[in-house]
């Protein structure tokens, strides 16, 4: 396929699975529980950070996350007590456990109560830096998970150490794509031109495949290797271009 052909099959693949039909199977299905933007952007970020396994798994323990907050994500972070942080005992997700949950609930606190909002960590980190998300990242884990090292750390990606930091490149599409379909949340004020795309072993194979990616391992480097391909697609948004690569991967085994 030449650019313009590649391009028209992506986008008719992208209008096949960007719509509501794919919530129903997709743990962004979570934050779609809520209506208040920090309800959503918390629960979008504690579901994408369980995100890897089998997709029914991620989805109903995601849902004891938030059934554990009592359904109201903002209101536990900011006031749960030591006792109500107990609740976790119990819970576990692979290798993420009550402790890792309790670190999450607590690291999550401190950034509301010093920026006022998960979008203003990720908004600063990139006003501070050159303006790509990769510092941005960089800098939200930094704030996030502070300088005392903890088991915790291991489950948000470092780009600074070559991961291609693909659950949080999930949250941050869910969070500041704008395009009404009903899919992406698009409540954050960060331009959808900045994000990446969510690169796994799916959307890997398959922009190997279209000779979107050459590079074989799935990091950092592969995933700057894609974002600049996707952008000769679309410069404005060209992260929507996941929905292609996720449907053709999991749904059509491309």
């Keep these: 396929m030449n650019q313009t052909e590649l391009r028209d099959f992506l986008n008719e693949k992208v209008d096949q699975y960007n719509n509501p039909d794919f919530i129903e199977s997709d743990p962004i299905q979570i934050p779609h529980l809520y209506n208040d933007p920090e309800d959503i952007a918390i629960a979008g970020f504690f579901t994408a950070t369980i995100a890897w396994g089998q997709r029914k798994t991620i989805i109903n323990n995601s849902k004891k996350w938030m059934d554990i907050m009592g359904n109201s994500p903002h209101d536990f972070i900011l006031n749960a007590s030591q006792q109500q942080l107990t609740r976790f005992s119990d819970f576990k997700h692979r290798t993420f456990n009550a402790e890792d949950a309790n670190r999450f609930i ?3 606190r401190k950034l509301y109560l010093k920026h006022g909002s998960l979008e203003a960590v990720f908004v600063s980190g990139i006003e501070a830096t050159d303006k790509t998300m990769f510092n941005a ?3 939200f884990r930094n704030e996030f998970l502070g300088e005392e090292k903890t088991r915790t750390h291991k489950h948000v990606s470092n780009p600074a150490s070559g991961s291609a930091a693909k659950r949080i490149n999930m949250f941050l599409r869910w969070m500041c794509r704008k395009d009404n379909k009903g899919v992406d949340f698009g409540i954050w004020d960060i331009s959808p031109a900045l994000l990446s795309c969510p690169l796994d072993v799916h959307s890997g194979n398959v922009g190997r495949k279209l000779g979107l990616l050459n590079r074989g391992q799935n990091d950092w480097k592969a995933l700057t290797e894609l ?12 992260v929507k271009y996941d929905f292609a690569l996720f449907g053709l991967g999991v749904f059509e085994n491309f």
């Design 106 to 108: 607590l690291s999550m």
């Design 137 to 139: 990242i960089v800098h």
């Design 227 to 238: 974002d600049n391909a996707l952008r000769k697609l679309d410069p404005e948004d060209p």
